[in-house]
């Protein structure tokens, strides 16, 4: 069973930095697109940030440079580092682990257990 463990959520004032990070229960170094998703009440799941095995990185609309994904696969973690928070930000935080297999039917979709952010006006 693969596990996806993230930490690094809190509470932080506006204006402020966080780090979050997603370890993986499995080698993350090929074939892996890892990626940060929020969800806040009432709102769908939205994507944050992704990073493929091969450094490629993909950023929600509402980053504007205010975050930064990177990833170490010696250790199997991917970290989120968010800068210049805003209260918006708020929400739980899920660390989405994507496993490609040569045949897409066979790909596999993995999430973590969340962990909150919370920014204060």
């Known amino acids: 069973q693969v596990r996806l463990v993230e930490s690094g959520g809190g509470l932080v004032q506006a204006g402020g930095s966080l780090r979050l990070s997603c370890v993986a229960s499995?080698?993350?170094?090929?074939?892996?697109?890892v990626g940060w998703y929020r969800q806040s009440p009432g709102k769908e799941r939205e994507l944050v940030a992704s990073?493929?095995?091969?450094?490629?990185?993909n950023y929600g609309d509402f980053v504007k440079g205010r975050f930064t994904i990177s990833r170490d696969n010696a250790k199997s973690t991917v970290f989120l580092q968010m800068n210049s928070l805003k209260p918006e930000d708020t929400a739980v935080y899920y660390c989405?682990?994507?496993?490609?297999?040569?045949?897409?039917?066979?790909?596999?979709?993995?999430w973590g257990q969340g962990t909150q952010v919370t920014v204060s006006s």
């Open positions: 989405n682990a994507v496993q490609f297999a040569l045949s897409s039917k066979y790909d596999r979709n993995y």
């Open positions: 499995m080698d993350i170094s090929s074939r892996v697109r």
């Open positions: 990073i493929t095995s091969s450094g490629s990185t």
